[in-house]
């Protein structure tokens, strides 16, 4: 849903981060799942100890451990417990002096043996250690099983003197002054959400300081503000507006929806859901792509898009902002049935940023990580058409599928422009862009230790030799130009049962058209096609404004990173380079 304004609403379930409690509340809830086993009875009547298994009476304490407050754990000792009266009484001591009981009380367990559960008797003394439990508590149980008939309820925190306990309605305040402030949904969110972004200038401390300007006479102290049953509970509410690269098309409609007639306002609308719901289509595609590929080994969905570039080196000091610094290029393939992510990365004197570096990472990919038994492709990725929805690109699927008959079937599908969000996108945000990095390498080692679960980034170092002319080997086989318009496609599939031509529509739904891609035979048969062969001999030059930079900033870095600094090309660069330097320097200086 694009952008509007609104106020945060109270729900029940919001999708946050597990609650963790307050302090007493974490301990009370260890406490009852810290029960220890105690030692043997030695029970020599009962032989409690010798009639259960280790692993009978560890299951016991295991159960009894994972019950979810103290109420449910007295029940159930007191399901356990038969309270009935005195048959026969035979004091050991004279009656004047014997402690007489009013009721006898036998203990069981039960075990399960065979799917069947079976009683077993118990001393108390087995029945405290196998529960790691006090007498005085079981004593509890006994007495009001004796008196009332029930298991006893918890009365702590429930007494009438806490003068300073929370009234619903200093509940009511909080929620209300909360609810008071002015949000915005994420741009990304498609249908409607609960979270809601507060704007990046707010925080918490600044809400509660609010609060108490607004409200001085009914004071209460910031941790009751965001108490987990107030802030966390009630509101899904975040900080920041997550405003990126939004949808044009949304923000036009947005304007001309608060500015709209009462006679506008229903087509508005009507034409902004029409275009939420093509947006939508693409994100339900690859939701389908990916649980398809999760129950078919034959098939494989794929995200991949370029990261936005990183800088090296990634230092702190002022001069880093006035100086041009080298580009690091990460293009990102994550697989969607497994989530696996492979990031390829170089830095600008490798290579560029073209259709043939994509092609030549996608075989590399496809060759090297996708499983032989895989017949289908499902392809996600935005309308880039430098990158991506080109010629370059369609003739290379094509060739894929027709000529080295890798795989059957290749479906690429381009979302609308402004509703691009991808798995790529989040993998790159687990990525610290801020941490501190001299050299590519440093970055490599980031990329390595970003994430755990699933699974690591693998992370590919490209070279120059794995760059290929992959324009310059299929041209001969397809037409110059394009037979339709690239930019309005939304759909592409190529098949091996049509060798020369390719499906297309620039609509998610109705009839696909076919245009034609290759040439005819002719009475030559296949036109010869040119190898393979790297497209850079060697490093790419930078310009000479911009060596001068690195060569300044290199001197907040290591020996390591100043001796990779010197060894990067630029334009200009002559064979004299101690020269070179020399005049760098005192360029630099002045």
């Known amino acids: 849903m694009a952008e509007v304004d609104r106020r945060p609403e109270v729900t029940e379930n919001p999708k946050k981060r597990p609650k963790l409690g307050r302090k007493w509340e974490r301990e009370r809830d260890d406490r009852l799942s810290a029960h220890v086993m105690g030692p043997s009875c030695n029970c020599s009547r009962l032989k409690c100890f010798e009639v259960t298994t280790v692993r009978e009476r560890q299951r016991l304490i295991d159960h009894f451990n994972g019950l979810d407050s103290k109420n449910v754990q007295d029940s159930m000792l007191a399901s356990l417990i038969e309270c009935k009266p005195v048959a026969r009484r035979r004091p050991r001591q004279n009656e004047n002096v014997a402690e007489l009981h009013d009721f006898s009380y036998s203990y069981k367990v039960n075990v399960v043996r065979d799917e069947v559960a079976l009683p077993i008797q118990f001393c108390i003394k087995a029945f405290l250690s196998v529960f790691g439990i006090t007498e005085s508590r079981v ?9 009332e008939g029930i298991p006893p309820t918890d009365q702590r925190g429930k007494h009438n003197n806490r003068p300073r306990a929370f009234t619903e309605e200093q509940v009511q305040r909080i929620v209300d002054h909360i609810r008071s402030f002015r949000g915005r949904q994420s741009h990304y969110a498609l249908s409607d959400t609960r ?43 975040a900080f920041g507006y997550p405003r990126k690269d939004t949808c044009s098309t949304c923000d036009k409609v947005n304007v001309d929806i608060q500015a709209a007639s009462p006679e506008q306002l229903s087509t508005l609308i009507q034409n902004k859901e029409l275009h939420l719901r093509k947006a939508r289509v693409f994100y339900d595609r690859k939701r389908a792509a990916k649980q398809l590929a999760q129950i078919d080994n034959s098939v494989a969905a794929l995200a991949f898009d370029y990261a936005k570039n990183l800088s090296c080196p990634n230092i702190s000091t002022n001069d880093a902002y006035y100086r041009r ?13 497994d989530d696996k992510v492979h990031l390829f990365t170089y830095d600008e004197t490798v290579a560029k940023k073209g259709a043939d570096e994509v092609c030549s990472m996608l075989l590399y990919y496809f060759n090297n990580v996708v499983s032989a038994e895989v017949s289908t492709l499902e392809l996600f990725c935005d309308s880039c058409p430098g990158q991506n929805k080109n010629w370059t690109m369609l003739r290379f699927l094509h060739h894929l599928v027709v000529h080295q008959q890798k ?13 691009s969000y991808m798995e790529c996108d989040r993998d790159m945000a687990v990525i610290n862009q801020k941490a501190t990095v001299e050299t590519p390498d440093d970055w490599f080692q980031q990329f390595k230790s970003a994430r755990k679960n ?20 299929v041209k001969g086989l397809y037409r110059a130009t394009p037979p339709f318009q690239t930019r309005p496609i939304r759909e592409i599939i190529f098949t091996r049962d049509h060798p020369r031509t390719i499906q297309h529509r620039a609509n998610w739904n109705g009839p696909f058209e076919t245009s034609v891609l290759s040439k005819p035979l002719g009475k030559r048969g296949v036109a010869q096609q040119p190898p393979l062969s790297p497209i850079y001999q060697e490093r790419i030059p930078m310009t000479l ?5 690195l060569q300044i900033l290199k001197t907040f870095c290591s020996a390591t990173a100043q001796q990779f600094y010197d060894n990067i090309p630029y334009v200009g660069q002559s064979g004299d380079e ?7 320097s005192s360029e630099g200086e002045d």
């Open 139 to 147: 004593k509890r149980i006994r007495s009001s099983m004796a008196k």
């Open 195 to 237: 979270r809601l972004f507060l704007p990046e200038e707010l925080n918490l401390t600044k809400m509660y300081n609010m609060y108490c300007e607004q409200f001085p006479h009914h004071p209460c102290s910031q941790e009751s503000y965001r108490h987990e049953k107030i802030f966390t509970c009630k509101f899904n509410i």
């Open 325 to 337: 610094q080298l580009s690091l290029h990460t293009f990102n393939v994550h697989s969607l049935s």
């Open 407 to 419: 795989f059957t079937k290749i479906r690429i599908n381009f979302p609308i422009r402004g509703h």
């Open 454 to 473: 699933p699974s690591p980034f693998n992370v590919v170092a490209m070279q120059q030799d794995m760059f290929l002319q992959v324009t310059n080997h």
């Open 545 to 549: 404004a911009k060596f001068k930079d």
């Open 578 to 584: 101690d020269n070179n330097y020399s005049e760098l």
